[in-house]
């Protein structure tokens, strides 16, 4: 048995100290892997083949091979950073993690290949974003400094500090890139949502800015790009995008009634393959909407809180 029979979602169950792979459309528990590790967060490659897990106080990256049934644990590394927020580059080779709480620890960069971190840099960021379009651009939410920094990946994995930073919102805390890689769209402690152009990497240029229902957390967005979904401590907002003027509008918001944990960077928040149905990650719940709010259900056997993610593929047969 594959799990690309059927859609599935992956939880860092950080209160269980495991991931849980779960069934989308049953809202079943199909297996779960006991890592003994506050785990926080995690990402999936394109083809869903792999997933990786990071881990705060154990400073661990684990990666999961999700190809065959049963899922199985392949490998782990440790390294020096605390390791919170997690993205894996487009190519699918590398994994960037960074501390989303403590000033002047590293980005570290991690090969799926070689179970091994292969780059890191000191710098202070609190969540990390990785452009989609394969062109090496990274950028890190800096909280204290109200802006955003940009790294550059090469093909090794070997990371570059630019040093430039560009203002993003008031104490930013999570960014994650449009589908196609022109816009950047950050949330900050303050309770807003702003949209940066990033065209032009080295000359990023807030555009504009938004204000949240409740204090916003993570974010899904929509595969065409024109509907962000963003989680808040007590509201779900949609967004609607025009890419022309850059600017964001208020479509609806629905109260979840659920209680979501703070961390920085990590979303807790994803949208099923169909893009009608909304998974967050609640402290003891994973639950259930429509991208209108109607109440579905609840994951069975699977607690929360941490990093979800959905595995955007079609069933095969």
Not at 14 to 40: C, G, K, M, N
Not at 234 to 262: C, E, K, M, W, Y
């Amino acid at each position: 048995m594959s799990y690309f029979k059927s859609h599935f979602g992956v939880i860092a169950d950080f209160s269980a100290r495991r991931i849980s792979i779960f069934d989308t459309d049953t809202l079943t528990l199909l297996q779960y892997i006991p890592l003994e590790a506050d785990v926080i967060d995690v990402a999936l490659t394109s083809d869903c083949r792999w997933a990786v897990v990071t881990s705060f106080n154990s400073k661990t990256i684990f990666q999961v091979d999700l190809s065959e049934f049963p899922a199985k644990l392949v490998g782990s590394a440790t390294t020096d950073t605390f390791l919170e927020d997690v993205q894996i580059t487009p190519d699918d080779r590398f994994a960037l993690s960074v501390d989303g709480s403590a000033a002047n620890q590293n980005i570290v960069s991690y090969s799926l290949e070689k179970n091994s971190f292969v780059s890191m840099l000191a710098t202070s960021a609190q969540a990390v974003a990785i452009s989609p379009i394969c062109d090496g651009l990274v950028l890190t939410a800096v909280s204290d400094a109200n802006s955003v920094r940009r790294f550059m990946i090469n093909c090794c994995g070997e990371l570059q500090d630019t040093r430039q930073q560009f203002p993003a919102g008031s104490n930013p805390i999570n960014v994650n890139f449009s589908p196609n890689g022109n816009f950047a769209f950050v949330v900050d402690f303050t309770g807003n949502i702003s949209v940066l152009s990033t065209i032009l990497p080295d000359d990023i240029s807030l555009i504009s800015t938004i204000t949240a229902s409740s204090q916003p957390q993570s974010m899904a967005i929509s595969r065409d790009g024109r509907h962000l979904f963003v989680l808040g401590s007590s509201n779900v907002d949609i967004f609607t995008f025009d890419p022309v003027s850059g600017s964001l509008a208020l479509a609806r918001s629905f109260a979840h009634g659920l209680q979501i944990a703070s961390f920085f960077g990590v979303d807790q928040i994803a949208l099923d393959p169909s893009e009608t149905r909304l998974f967050i990650s609640a402290t003891g719940e994973v639950v259930v909407f429509t991208t209108f709010g109607t109440f579905l259900g609840t994951v069975a056997d699977v607690s929360g809180p941490g990093g979800l993610a959905i595995c955007s593929h079609k069933r095969l047969n």
